[in-house]
Nanobody, 122 residues
């Protein structure tokens, strides 16, 4: 049973924008926190942004602050990641996750999507 489905990845040039979407089952969306992570080849998975679905409070990694925006649509059990001013170093597989604690630490999340690839060329 698929719990989280990401979409919206693709290839863009540096400076471009993408919006990722993550549709969750109602049960998973009630986990309290939805987060976006990314993993580049040979790198550890890192937290990018998170949102507490109850009150909409958000947090971001320093590397994306001011460029990325996480948002939610509770009626659709969906979270989004708007990515502006993309850089080649943003290239990675992006994963949506759900968990009880809003952190940038992957083990705090119980449910994971399959990922969507983002490639930024210079």
């Amino acid at each position: 049973q698929v719990q989280l489905v990401e979409s919206g990845g693709g290839s863009v040039q540096a400076g471009g924008s993408l919006r990722l979407s993550c549709a969750a089952s109602e049960y998973v969306y009630s986990s309290n926190c939805m987060g976006w992570f990314r993993q580049a080849p040979g790198q550890e998975r890192e937290g990018v942004a998170a949102i507490r679905t109850g009150d909409g409070s958000t947090g971001y990694a320093d590397s994306v602050k001011g460029r990325f925006t996480i948002s939610q649509d509770n009626a659709k059990n969906t979270v989004y990641l708007r990515m502006n001013s993309l850089k080649p170093e943003d290239t990675a597989m992006y994963y949506c996750a759900a968990g009880k604690r809003c952190t940038g630490y992957a083990p705090d999340y119980n449910y994971w999507g399959q990922g969507t690839q983002v490639t930024v060329s210079s």
